[in-house]
């Protein structure tokens, strides 16, 4: 075999110096463009760069890849010769599922034909109190949907296809790979291999008794879905944004239309979308300030910093996504502490759920939480002593209007005449700020 040459060797030409394959080179430009986004979040231009590179990687690359953007804090996967680029463009660049000016306010948001899953990631982020059932009726769609919305708890999905009764469905015909499958229930059995049930009985599987936002791109079938004006799921919808396509089902604009009459919705257009709102919401909350998780359910990470915790796995654990439990030290030593760093807007008001879950006759902990300034001066404060084997619960006010960055502690500690801190188990229950 002869000898390879030393790329770092004196005197090696440029052209015989090993060189990155165009895929890696992709690959290093995307990675460029994220960490240029995450500095400057709002730019156009850049995201708009950011979008037309990840055309071109989906156009030089098969099988699974990912979209990183700012806001959203977690991958948006992507199949590599498909159209889920144009599709993930047509969400977070293009907007299209963010209507301007609506006066309702979404607490239960069903989405038709949820494809990969960035419409119910958009929706997720814009309506932030409110949850979300997704409907897919194809196979490898639903995998990547899945994919994208598994970091978001408030989001849940279903793989079926929605009609307007109980059925199996075969695919008709395509539009842009799997982003729009026409369904139909006009085929041999053979090929009627997609079930097919109503929305009330979706609704009703998932414990919901309605829905107030309807979010509908079904490729057709949406004159199936909405084909009764009378429904009694419809009753309590305060918003619609539905796709209609009237190339493949003849009338399609019409038949929605009727589900949301004139006397009681606007209806405009958002670019290809018809949208329907009704003119008095059933359901309008005045805006509300974020609520923090200390320990973050959904995507994206919330740093923390750990102060005189035992280096061992039981001292200090997070579990159901948004609890952890912070083992006290030994009595007349220091209190362990969690700090995490966070951002205020307006929440006044810190809760949380206490559990000691040490069996009965073990010493009692003191459950400490303080809100303060990066340099130290004081917010907010409370504290509650528990008894082992049992619970309680913390809460105190902030001052209104509290704004800035902050720091949030947990603090436990043994109560003044405990022994020892065996059977310690200290946790926190969902503490956050709202």
Known sequence: MMPQPDPFAPGLAVADAPRPAPGDRLMARKAELEAAMEAAPHDAT?????????????????????????????????????????????????????PPGLRATAQRILVIGAY??????????????????????????????????????RIRVAQTALWHSPTRLAAAGRLQSDWAV???????DADRVIGAITVPELLARAGW????????????SEREIFIDPLAAWLR???????????????????????????????????????????????????????????????????????????????????FDGSSC?????????????????????GQTRFTSGLLHAGTPGAPGIVFRARLSRPDGALIAEGEATVAAHAGDRLSFALPEGTQGPALAQLETAMAPEAPHNQMGWARWIDPRLS
């Open 236 to 318: 309590q919808v305060d918003v619609a944004l539905v796709r209609c396509y009237d190339n493949f089902a003849t009338q399609a604009t019409q038949l929605v239309a009727a589900s949301f009459p004139e006397q009681d919705f606007a209806h405009r257009k958002h670019g290809a979308m018809d949208l329907f709102e009704r003119r008095t919401p059933f359901t309008s909350i005045a805006a509300q300030p974020e609520e923090i998780h200390l320990i973050r359910p959904d995507a994206g990470g919330a740093p923390f910093v750990l102060h005189d915790v035992a280096p061992f796995g039981w001292a200090f654990f997070a």
């Open 46 to 98: 850049l995201r708009a760069g950011y979008f037309e590179h990840l055309t071109r990687i989906a156009g030089a690359r098969s099988g699974l890849c990912w979209a990183m953007l700012p806001e959203i804090g977690a991958p948006l996967w992507f199949r590599g010769g498909t159209a889920d680029v144009a599709a993930l463009a047509s969400v977070f660049r293009d907007d299209v599922y963010a």
């Open 209 to 220: 008794s309605h829905a107030d936002m309807v979010v509908c791109d079904a490729a057709g």
């Open 325 to 345: 439990q912070l083992h006290p030290n030994m009595p007349g030593t220091a209190p362990a502490r969690a700090v995490f760093p966070i951002r205020l807007d």
């Open 116 to 153: 990969a899953g960035y419409a119910a990631v958009a929706l997720a982020h814009r309506h932030r109190r409110a949850n979300l059932l997704c409907a897919e009726p194809l196979p490898d769609n639903m995998r990547v949907l899945a994919l994208n919305t598994t970091p978001f708890r």
């Open 182 to 188: 026409r369904l139909t229930d006009e085929a041999l």
